[in-house]
T-cell receptor, first 113, second 112 residues
Framework: ETGVTQTPRHLVMGMTNKKSLKCEQH?????MYWYKQSAKKPLELMFV???????ENNSVPSRFSPECPNSSHLFLHLHTLQPEDSALYLC????????????FGPGTRLTVT | LAKTTQPISMDSYEGQEVNITCSHN???????ITWYQQFPSQGPRFIIQ???TKVTNEVASLFIPADRKSSTLSLPRVSLSDTAVYYC?????????????FGAGTILRVKS
């Protein structure tokens, strides 16, 4: 119902693996976001895209690599992650990057072993 | 971005009205107040936002006093399904690449 879908919903990967998280929004929005939510910590904004252009990168380690091929799709490519990267990764979208009303997907629960 | 302070947790019973207050003493002139709800293992969901006085929608009401240094989210007649974390956010609508800065939120537990 949120109009923002994420796949996979759960992912377990080793530290040497390479995987990708996918987000798709069906709302016709122009801005998309990646957030990280670790256990017992507030949501942390990772990346912001506006019309497929990255406008914000909150000092995220290079082992996280975002990709926005069009305004409806957003990927987060993962490689050589650490156990502390285990978290819920949330994708969101909004009509424009200035909007405070963001629509979140259900998240991908990532476990790094 | 204005810092917000909310109670860590609140308990209530079904059918009661719940009021969650958020303090934002250094709110700026252009800042709006936005509330989100988050259920376990789900993404946050927008509830309501306002600038001043009172805003009401089908889910909640938001009360903002004249000095805007605080706001109160009011949930009428809560049910068990309202058990969630509620976040108060304060920020400028015009900020490009708008960052929603989530704090710890308020854990609301509704009991039968």
């Amino acid at each position: 119902e949120t109009g923002v879908t994420q796949t996979p919903r759960h992912l377990v990967m080793g530290m040497t693996n390479k995987k990708s998280l996918k987000c798709e929004q069906h709302l016709g929005h122009n801005a998309m976001y990646w957030y990280k939510q670790s256990a017992k910590k507030p949501l942390e904004l990772m990346f912001v895209y506006s019309l497929e252009e990255r406008v914000e990168n909150n000092s995220v380690p290079s082992r996280f690599s975002p990709e926005c091929p069009n305004s409806s799709h957003l990927f987060l490519h993962l490689h050589t992650l650490q156990p502390e990267d285990s978290a819920l990764y949330l994708c969101a979208s909004s009509q424009d990057p200035g909007a405070r009303e963001q629509y979140f997907g259900p998240g991908t629960r990532l476990t790094v072993t | 971005l204005a810092k917000t302070t909310q109670p860590i947790s609140m308990d209530s019973y079904e059918g009661q009205e719940v009021n969650i207050t958020c303090s934002h003493n250094n709110i700026a002139t252009n800042d709006y107040i936005t509330w989100y709800q988050q259920f376990p293992s789900q993404g946050p969901r927008f509830i309501i936002q306002g600038y001043k006085t009172k805003v009401t929608n089908e889910v909640a009401s938001l009360f903002i006093p004249a000095d805007r240094k605080s706001s109160t989210l009011s949930l009428p007649r809560v049910s068990l399904s309202d058990t969630a974390v509620y976040y108060c956010l304060v920020g400028d609508k015009e900020e490009y690449g708008n960052k929603l800065v989530f704090g710890a939120g308020t854990i609301l537990r509704v009991k039968s």
